[in-house]
């Protein structure tokens, strides 16, 4: 693997990792493996720390095609629970009101989520990183200042309930860049005569890349100290290793690669 011209890796975030943890971890691994005290690594597409899934990560150049990556089709399953809202909509924050949700069936979710299908318009949640006057909106209101947000135009292209068990939904969504699950779970909830807030949320693709051909951050570290490296000289003349004996046992001809399925489908931009 070249790290350095770049790569595109499909990692499994873990629950109650940010995606800047993951990415450290990634960098460290390349940084060790190479010899280097800098190197640029990058993700496309924040997931929540209580979000698990799919984190695309970027090494080297191919850093410039986070952009291209991150504007992907996104999947995800989620939880909803009815019956309660949290000022975050998820499992952030504690409950902040009930609701009566007795009332809510299957058929009437059926009835109510083509609602919420194709174009429309969604208010970004307050405890989100959009930015306003400069700072972040999460920044203002962990403050206690009040935030208004902007309704901002989005795409989604199915919404399918799973299963349901009187109180909790669970769903599948594919939408486009920017969709905050999490306000999904309180729009869906106010639409339903009730309330409801997300409890659960694993995003299973982005774009061609599935969750189960994703590796564990662990593995991806693991993989990056072990995989045969195709370096340009140029490169290793520049950032010399550790010894000459492991600099040559580093360059394998093009030929000589053979990528994994999900590494060429990664590192394949799209006709």
Known sequence: MDFVTGEVLGIDKPLGWTSFDAVKRIRGAVQRRLGV????VGHAGTLDPLATGVLIVCTGRATRRIDELQAGRKEYEAVM????????????????????????????????????TG????????????????????????????????????????????????????LRI?????????ALARDLGQAL???AHLTE??????????????MSVQQAVDMIAS???????????????????EKESLIITAEARKPAALSQTLNTKPQ
């Open 37 to 40: 005290r800098k190197f640029k």
């Open 81 to 116: 629970r009815l019956g309660a809202t949290t000022p975050s909509f998820d499992l952030e924050k504690e409950i902040d009101a009930t609701y009566p949700y007795e009332h809510v069936t299957r058929e009437l979710i059926l009835e109510t989520l083509p609602k919420f």
């Open 119 to 170: 174009r429309i318009m969604q208010v970004p949640p307050v405890f989100s990183a959009v930015k306003i006057d400069g700072r972040r909106a999460y920044e203002h209101a962990r403050n206690g200042q009040e935030v208004a947000l902007a309704a901002k135009p989005l795409e989604i292209d199915e919404f399918e309930l799973l299963d349901f068990d009187g109180r909790d939904m669970r």
């Open 174 to 182: 594919v939408c486009s860049k920017g969709t905050y699950i999490r």
């Open 193 to 195: 005569g009730s309330g």
């Open 201 to 214: 949320l694993r995003r299973t693709a982005v774009g061609n890349v599935r969750v189960a051909d994703c």
């Open 227 to 245: 995989v045969p490296l195709s370096l340009h000289p140029e490169w290793l003349e520049a950032h010399p290793l550790p010894s000459k004996c």
